[in-house]
């Protein structure tokens, strides 16, 4: 991995995906799992970098363990709370339709051909790796109810007690939700800021990893010692 040469790097799998075990349906939170894996690795605190609906995560962490977050890199990040989209409720309800009626393999092929992911199929590379990820999905969370237990007030009403550095990355491709939840981001978030990526979709960290690597890594350096 590109950061494990300058910084002792743990990547995280939250509850069914990776190679983290499947959901068996009762209550849990991916904050909490953070905090337990980071308590079992006896990591005190991290600059925490993470996208999409791990972007989530790593806000609602940095709510509730401030102590152990020194600054937040958000690629393509959701906010608990925030409302979705017309299209992006459109896209969830017709992989949930699908799964129902044609099945897991349908649903993934509609998933990944969806507006999300429009930009990175463009990209050869990019997309054989995607087709191995989404391969190993067990897609618990489209067959059940999601379980997961969220902080109240929810992440949306709470972007002004975030205190760490912040670095928000925004690909210009991407869907038109996820820029607005980046703006979001960049205007709330007291000590944040935003870089775009340009000719890069949701997958940013992906289709642009040399750009983004190079954006995080002078984000990181910049950062006071105590925070490295």
Do not use: C
């Not at 992989?95 to 349908?106: F, M, P, S, T």
């Not at 067990?138 to 997961?148: A, K, S, Y």
């Not at 210009?172 to 996820?178: C, E, K, N, S």
Request: no cysteine; aromatic share 8%; net charge positive.
């Amino acid at each position: 991995m590109y950061f494990s040469k300058k910084y002792h790097t743990v990547a995280y799998d939250m509850r069914g995906f990776g190679l983290s075990g499947r959901l068996n349906g009762g209550k849990y939170s991916t904050s909490s799992d953070l905090n337990k894996l980071m308590d079992l690795l006896q990591i005190n605190s991290s600059n925490v970098v993470a996208h999409s609906r791990g972007g989530r995560t790593a806000i609602t962490f940095a709510l509730e363990h401030p102590e152990k977050v020194k600054s937040l890199v958000l690629g393509g990040a959701g906010i608990n709370g925030l409302p979705l989209s017309n299209e992006f409720k459109e896209i969830k309800y017709e992989v949930a339709l699908i799964v129902q009626k044609l099945g897991i393999d349908n649903a993934k092929r509609v998933w990944i051909n969806s507006a999300l992911f429009a930009s990175a199929l463009k990209n050869k590379v990019v997309m054989k790796k995607l087709r191995e990820m989404l391969n190993d999905y067990e897609p618990w969370h489209w067959l059940n109810q999601d379980t997961e237990v969220r902080i109240k007030p929810e992440a949306i009403e709470r972007l002004e007690d975030i205190a760490v550095p912040t670095l928000v990355i925004l690909g210009t491709l991407d869907i038109p939700y996820i820029q607005n939840t980046a703006n979001i981001l960049a205007e709330r978030i007291p000590n944040a800021q935003l870089e775009i990526i340009k000719d890069a979709g949701h997958m940013n960290n992906m289709e642009q990893p040399q750009l983004f690597n190079s954006l995080v890594s002078k984000f990181l350096n910049s950062l006071p010692t105590y925070s490295k």
